[in-house]
C-alpha cells in the first residue's frame, strides 16, 4: 500500500512542480512586458529591477523543469500550457507603474503559498531536494515582496 501513497505523492509532486513551471515562464514574460513598459519617474530603476527579476525568475524555472526531469517527469514547455496551468496572469499591458509592482507582489505571494504547499507535498513523499529547491525560492521570493512592498511605501 505505501506504493500506492508514494506514486500519488510522485504523481501530484510532478503535478506541482509543473504548474510552478507554468507560472515561472508567465512571470519571465510579464516581467520583460513591465521591463520594456515601465514609463514615469521611476523608470531607472524599476527598468533594471524588472531585468534583475527575469533573470533570476529563468534561473529557477529552469531549476523547477530539471528537478521534474530529474523525478522522471516531464515539464510542460509550450505557451498554450503555460497559460493552461499557471494560477498567475499574464500582463493586460494596461498597467501604470503602481499596478506592475502590485501585480508582481500579487504574483510572488501566490506562487509563495503554493511553494508551501509543494514543500508539504514533498516531505510527505520524502524528497528532500524538491522540498529544499521550493523552501529557497520561497525565501527569495518573501523577499522580492518585502522589496516591491517598500517600494510602494
Do not use: C
Not at 531536494?129 to 510602494?152: C, V, Y
Request: hydrophobic share 40%; aromatic share 8%; charged share 25%.
Amino acid at each position: 500500500m505505501a506504493k500506492a501513497s508514494n506514486k500519488v505523492n510522485t504523481t501530484s509532486l510532478q503535478q506541482i512542480l509543473n504548474r510552478q513551471v507554468a507560472n515561472l515562464n508567465v512571470l519571465y514574460v510579464k516581467l520583460h512586458n513591465y521591463h520594456w513598459y515601465v514609463k514615469g519617474e521611476q523608470f531607472f530603476s524599476l527598468h533594471v529591477k524588472f531585468e534583475e527579476l527575469y533573470d533570476d525568475v529563468t534561473l529557477k524555472m529552469d531549476e523547477v523543469a530539471e528537478r521534474l526531469l530529474s523525478i522522471k517527469g516531464s515539464p510542460v514547455a509550450t505557451m498554450k500550457e503555460y497559460l493552461e496551468l499557471a494560477t498567475i496572469q499574464e500582463a493586460t499591458g494596461k498597467e501604470d507603474t503602481r499596478g506592475m509592482v502590485q501585480s508582481l507582489i500579487e504574483d510572488f505571494a501566490t506562487v509563495s503559498e503554493e511553494l508551501t504547499e509543494g514543500i508539504e507535498v514533498a516531505e510527505e513523499a520524502g524528497d528532500q531536494p524538491t522540498a529544499d529547491l521550493f523552501i529557497g525560492i520561497r525565501s527569495d521570493l518573501e523577499k522580492n515582496q518585502w522589496m516591491l512592498r517598500s517600494f510602494l511605501g
